[in-house]
């Protein structure tokens, strides 16, 4: 079984930053991609970012330029840099994790964590 924990969220002020950590934990032979999507109040669930194995980032049109992906293979860990916060970002964030335990493939998600950016 994969288990996927997020830390990292709370409160923060317009332009200010934050950093989301997701660990994944199990017996995973290895990780493909690795994703961040967030789904506020009263909207569908977004892809914020993702990144290949191998470090190919891309990003959703409304944090482009502000937020950042990035991935520790060896600790199994995906990061979400969030810069230049702004309130429309306040949503619950999800890290979402898909690779190739002993005995499955699997596309986990994580249990979500808050953000919220608000003066």
């Known amino acids: 079984q994969v288990r996927l924990v997020e830390s990292g969220g709370g409160l923060v002020q317009p332009g200010g930053s934050l950093r989301l950590s997701c660990a994944a934990s199990?017996?995973?032979?290895?990780?493909?991609?690795m994703n961040w999507y967030r789904q506020a109040p009263g909207k569908e669930r977004e892809l914020v970012a993702s990144i290949s194995r191998g470090g190919s980032e891309k990003y959703g049109d409304s944090v482009k330029g502000r937020f950042t992906i990035s991935r520790d293979n060896a600790k199994n860990m995906v990061f979400l840099q969030m810069n230049s916060l702004k309130p429309d970002d306040t949503a619950v964030y999800y890290c979402?994790?898909?690779?190739?335990?002993?005995?499955?493939?699997?596309?986990?998600w994580g249990q979500g964590i808050q953000v919220t950016v608000s003066s």
């Open positions: 199990g017996s995973i032979v290895s990780i493909n991609f």
């Open positions: 979402n994790v898909g690779g190739l335990t002993s005995v499955r493939l699997f596309d986990d």
